[in-house]
């Protein structure tokens, strides 16, 4: 990382040591597994929603899944965006409040009960893992369980 770099992106020790102001800009959501019981919240009912589904797979890939996954995002975020500005006036009230009630700049994903499109999207590239796709394979005693895992622009690029 180059300096002038450095001096425009604080590290996130940085951001995490800094007060929070007005006047600071700088938004860094963070994805912290072992210390989000929000986001690991949200992964168990994805898994559970995989689970749940394992007899609808037809193919190794089940796009109403991925649906559902991305259904439960919007959801979790808010719901469905009818009004962007009403949106983003939800999403400033919400994160001014967290960064009050946090005392940092570091929002934890998890606590992102309001999101614009690109909170919306980290949380779906960090739950999609879960959904390993489960194909169940007859077998001479009985069914074997196997999981693939896609790569996600695999599946940007088949909702196109």
Do not use: C
Request: a positive charge; glycine letters at 6%.
């Amino acid at each position: 990382m180059t300096e002038s770099t450095s001096a425009r992106m604080p590290s996130l020790v940085d951001l995490q040591g800094k007060p929070t102001s007005d006047d600071v800009t700088w938004e860094a959501v963070l994805v912290n597994r072992a210390g989000d019981s929000n986001l690991l919240k949200l992964e168990q009912e994805a898994m559970k929603m995989a689970a749940n589904s394992g007899k609808d797979f037809e193919v190794v890939l089940n796009s109403n899944l991925v649906r559902k996954l991305a259904i439960m995002v919007a959801d979790y975020m808010g719901g469905s965006v009818k009004d962007p500005e009403s949106m983003s006036r939800a999403w400033k009230s919400l994160s001014y409040s967290l960064k009050a009630t946090l005392g940092s700049m570091v929002l934890p994903l998890g606590s992102l009960t309001i999101g614009l499109a690109r909170h919306r999207a980290l949380l779906f590239k960090v739950l999609f893992p879960i959904f390993f796709f489960l194909v169940y394979i007859s077998m001479k005693n009985g069914l074997a369980l196997i999981m693939v895992r896609f790569n996600i622009n695999n599946i940007i690029s088949m909702s196109r």
